[in-house]
């Protein structure tokens, strides 16, 4: 397997301003480990013997809002133009993705990993618990989610958005770590094929209900409901969008919707911007549930 070399605008700025030779990370910092990259008149020479131009350097040194990467002798953008829009890695540690101008993890008050582990946390996956991931990304859930031991399936409708993960160095695991499994497809459709009772967690972070109604509605809730096991925890991304734009609360009807179709302990998590829930266990009187 050919290796890749990710370029960003911190890298190239550094490149730029050595002589010499220079060892630097090209994983996107996914590990500590370092290469060395020789440094010419005319560019740069990657280990595999690539030489990036100084006026390639030069353009990702200015554009701090795109991944580059090195492989088979040429210089990418990790970014997709396809028929639903544009997609790109950008380069915040660990990476997002960005869909026509918009962000998928939260990256203002910290960083995508924070914001995965504080979505994870709510529900605390355990060692042998099976995991649905509703709306794979990166996979960044998953792959938290596989680490403490759980098996996961997770769902990804846009084949776009899996390219991008393949691209990604922190998503390999979600290919190769051989306890996730990924599904392609709509969620509001996949979901429906899963037996009853199928599993112990669900980690539900849909796109925005201007984008995924669907994935909102009491319809979709009671299918997650029919397919966690008695006990089982859920988690649901809102973000609450609605309140501060249109003085509506997204999360109040998200939390009524989910009561309605038997969810019990429902509340907001304000750290993680979403609701938990769970399912009554077997024989417990509606009176024991809250």
Known sequence: MEEIYYITFREARMLLASRGNVKLNLDLRKTNRVQEVEIKDEGA??????LVEREVLEKIARDDGTVYFVSNGGVYKAAIAGESGFYKLVPTIPPTIEINGIRMHRTKEMNPLQDTRNKVNTVMPREGETVLDTCMGLGYTAIEASKRGAYVITIEKDPNVIEIARINPWS?????????????????????????????????????????????SEEFYRELFRILK??????????????????????????????????VGVRRVE?????????????VKASQRD
Request: no cysteine; glycine share 14%; charged share 30%.
């Open 45 to 50: 020479v990657f280990p595999d013997g690539t």
């Open 230 to 263: 008695p006990g089982g925890r859920l988690f649901h991304y809102v973000g609450n969008p609605g309140k501060k734009y249109r003085r509506k609360d997204l999360q109040k009807g998200v939390m009524e919707r989910l009561r309605r179709v038997g969810f």
């Open 271 to 283: 750290e993680a911007l979403g609701v938990v829930a769970r399912k009554p266990e077997k024989g």
């Open 172 to 216: 390999r695991e979600l290919f190769t770590g051989g306890k996730i499994q990924v599904i392609q497809g709509d969620a509001f459709e996949v979901v429906k094929k899963f037996k009853q009772a199928s599993f112990d967690v669900i980690i539900h972070d849909p796109p925005r209900f201007s984008l995924a109604g669907h994935l909102y």
